[in-house]
């Protein structure tokens, strides 16, 4: 009797201790799940933002094409023409829209610099082939192209190409937008970004030589998150992406490859958030559902890894 009691004590034990183990195993892969969806509906915010500034900017590009005067000076090789129009068209967007942080180019059609609103040096006739694949994908294809691209900055670039007479290549606009506005919106979401370029490339982007930088990389635009700054600085582990996040106190910390168009990896958006609260559906601000926030609830049945292009 005495043994089949101790059997039974063993039996019992064995059992719970695999329940237990079943339960720990299970706590453990939700809690993942929850997380890693949670990374991934960020993710998704800051993508959608970067295509609706992307789109923003292809329209601009696409609309400013069109403009006569533009098209004049660019037949008649008349630079101060070109300068005064892109002078009157930027004020209009701005005044309409309130955004700033745009700039205008022109390129002649074999891609040299004709005319620019933000550079007062002498660039013009500047060859720039070499270095920046858009201006030659738009001069083969005779379509607009919009992509984050590297060039003295690094930023958004929508390019469309100008047609003359007979539909013949004349050269390219293009509108050039920073992040600035993609941080603004990302803190409805309670998001922070800051934008990193190798160093591998710097010698490409002159105009980031001066900015801080975090290990290799340098920092895209002057204003960012110094909160954010200094937990890169702290933690340079993470640039070695052994784990798809970090945990940093209160905050997940994600690293999201970017690509430059026509080249490989050129550096990191790195994505901060809050930690996962215990009820995920409160993460997206439910609570205070505005029309942005209304297209993240959660939803645990989209995950996915993406690389910023």
Same mark, same amino acid.
């Given at each position: ?20 183990l ?37 329209s ?52 040299r ?35 984050? !691209? ?9 390019i ?7 539909? !013949? ?17 990302l ?14 490339y ?11 930088k ?31 996040y ?31 609260? !215990?009820r ?30």
């Amino acid at each position: 009797m005495k043994k089949i009691y101790i059997l039974f004590i063993a039996i019992f034990i064995t059992v719970l201790l695999g329940i237990l183990l079943a339960y720990n195993l299970y706590s453990r892969t939700y809690k993942d799940e929850v997380i890693n969806d949670y990374i991934s509906k960020n993710i998704d915010i800051l993508n959608e933002n970067l295509d609706t500034e992307k789109r923003y900017a292809l329209s601009l590009s696409l609309l400013i094409s069109q403009n006569p005067i533009i098209k004049k000076a660019l037949e008649q090789n008349n630079q101060k023409m070109a300068l005064i129009e892109i002078k009157r068209v930027l004020e209009d967007i701005k005044r309409s829209t309130g955004v700033n942080n745009i700039d205008i180019q022109i390129h002649t059609k074999d891609l040299r610099a004709f005319a620019r609103n933000w550079d007062k040096s002498n660039y013009f006739g500047t060859k720039l082939g070499s270095f920046r694949k858009g201006l030659v994908i738009v001069k083969q294809s005779k379509e607009p192209l919009v992509s984050i !691209e590297l060039g003295k900055r690094l930023n958004i670039k929508a390019i469309s190409p100008i047609f003359g007479k007979n539909r !013949e290549f004349i050269g390219s606009i293009e509108v050039i937008m920073g992040f600035e506005n993609i941080k603004k919106r990302l803190k409805k979401f309670n998001l922070k970004m800051i934008v990193l370029l190798d160093e591998d490339y710097i010698n490409i982007a002159v105009d980031i030589q001066k900015h801080k930088k975090v290990g290799r990389y340098y920092i895209v635009g002057k204003n960012y998150n110094v909160g954010l700054y200094d937990k890169l600085v702290e933690n340079p582990k993470i640039f070695k992406r052994q784990k798809r996040y970090y945990v940093l106190g209160k905050n997940l910390i994600v690293v999201i490859p970017m690509k430059s168009v026509g080249m490989t990896d050129v550096g990191f958006i790195v994505l901060c958030m809050s930690a996962v609260k !215990e009820r995920p559906y409160d993460i997206y601000s439910i609570k205070n559902i505005d029309q942005e926030n209304s297209r993240y609830i959660f939803d645990k049945k989209r995950k996915r890894e993406v690389i910023i292009k």
